[in-house]
């Protein structure tokens, strides 16, 4: 019989998730001798990834922060609209988040890595096991994000965050570099079926993220984004193809869906990341809810008590996603109106506050009036007045 690898802990999942927790536990006095397996199926990752979120004091680690912009704006049309409030908006890159935490683990000897495809858990009781091409491991707990569990199985027809940036490096000093655009909606998108926005992290006056942003049922093309881009660093920046060059792309989808899922697998297996429904459906911001997550689980292994699923939302933040994510799916036509309403008749920092489900039932009534009313009741009624929320 072969035989089976014991660790104290299994972190299924080298990504966002995976090494955020990886990191709490090695910084907590109590638990950084404690033995791990890191299993992920490749450690050469191809697409890297910006995380961004606005909300830094949930960041643990400052170094991380790649940048932090003072500035944030919204545009619609010609008009753009600028937070005036503290709110500043800061970006992680994996590549040297990754590279941070992975060094570190190159000085610990209580850490192992292996590279292996993770086909399956079991159940064991006291403790759990991963099944694995490599062979199989056990650990008092373990904490996976690559298994996405929905309590039910998902129906009808499904929403799409989807986007394609490139990381453009300018002849021409065209950026601010203090100023990020979270939203500048896309003019044609007027005339096109969905929610459609660029979003521009400038590096430096001439170094810059530009990410074309849509919210449908399928991804595009990548000539289709590719073509977007190109438009836009045109009209916007004055930029022809000539005055740039492209050093990197990133892409990506993240499913806008708030079926429920499952927080665990078993008693000693919990679910971690978007797995374990730390993405906000609507917004795909995962990064700061991770932290908060990671911070939670060290707390109760070191003291001795089973860590809990990330928490669900508060049934009126879990009610105003369904909602909006109702709309899109149904009534697409009726999203940019919706979110340029949202940006025009409210102040950014109400905005992301309310996205942050920090906002007091007055802050969202306030915001909700502003909004166009008829697709909110209809979704309404079509959720049965609420009960169908998950
Ligand atoms: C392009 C992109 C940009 C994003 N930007 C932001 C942002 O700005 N802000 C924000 O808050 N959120 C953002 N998100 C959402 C979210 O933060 C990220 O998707 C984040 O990476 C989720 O972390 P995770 O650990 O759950 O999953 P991942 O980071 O995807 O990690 C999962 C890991 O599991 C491994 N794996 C998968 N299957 C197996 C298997 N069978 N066996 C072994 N290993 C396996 C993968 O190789 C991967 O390393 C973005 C998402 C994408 C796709």
């Known amino acids: 019989m072969k035989t089976v690898k014991s660790y104290d802990y299994i972190i299924v999942g080298a990504g966002a998730a995976g090494l955020s ?60 609209f600028i937070n005036i409030g503290n709110e500043h908006y800061h970006c992680i890159s994996s590549r040297n988040f990754r590279k941070n935490i992975l060094e ?37 707990h373990i904490f996976q994000s690559t298994h996405i569990m929905p309590v039910k199985l998902r129906n009808g027809s499904q929403l799409l965050q989807h986007f394609r940036g ?35 992290l400038p590096y430096s006056k001439n170094l810059a993220l530009c990410e074309y942003t849509l919210f449908s049922d399928e991804v595009l093309p990548d000539e289709t984004y590719d073509a977007a881009l190109q438009r836009y660093l045109n009209s916007r920046f004055g930029l022809s193809e000539r005055d740039y060059k492209v050093n990197e792309i990133e892409k990506g989808f993240i499913p806008m869906d708030d079926t429920l899922l499952a927080g665990k697998l078993n008693n000693r297996t919990l679910n971690i990341g978007t797995a374990g429904g730390a993405t906000k459906p609507t917004t795909g911001y995962t990064f700061t809810r991770i932290q908060q997550h990671s911070r939670h ?9 089973l860590p809990e699923p990330f928490p669900r939302s508060k ?4 009610l105003y996603d369904h909602l909006l994510i109702q709309i899109l799916k149904k009534e697409p036509l009726a999203g940019p109106g919706i979110f340029r309403q949202l940006f025009r008749k409210n102040k950014i920092k109400d905005v992301l506050l309310f996205l942050d489900e920090k906002s007091s039932l007055a802050d969202e009534i306030k915001i909700f009036a502003s909004l166009p009313w008829a697709p909110f009741l209809k979704a309404l009624g079509k959720s049965g007045f609420g009960w169908k929320v998950p």
């Not at 949930?58 to 932090?68: A, C, G, M, T, V």
């Not at 495809?117 to 694995?132: K, P, S």
């Not at 689980?297 to 008590?305: D, F, G, P, W």
Request: proline share 1%; net charge neutral; with cysteine.
């Open 21 to 80: 927790l990886l990191w709490h536990i090695l910084e907590h006095d109590k638990l950084k001798k404690k033995n791990i397996l890191l299993a992920d199926n490749t450690f050469k990752w191809e697409r890297e990834k910006t995380w961004c979120f606005w909300d830094k004091s949930l960041i643990p680690e400052k170094n991380w922060i790649q940048k932090s912009w003072e500035r944030i704006e919204v545009r619609i049309g010609n008009k753009a």
């Open 104 to 140: 570190r683990v190159k000085e610990t000897e209580t850490v192992t890595i292996v590279e292996a495809e993770v086909e399956g858990f079991e159940d064991l009781g006291h403790n759990a096991m991963i099944r694995t091409d490599k062979g199989n491991f056990t650990a008092s």
């Open 166 to 200: 490139f990381f453009v490096e300018s002849r021409k000093e065209v950026f601010d570099p203090e100023m990020i655009t979270l939203m500048d909606f896309d003019a044609e998108s007027g005339t096109s079926k969905c929610t459609a926005f660029f979003y521009v």
């Open 297 to 305: 689980i060290v707390k109760a292994l070191a003291e001795n008590r």
């Open 315 to 318: 049934y009126r933040f879990r």
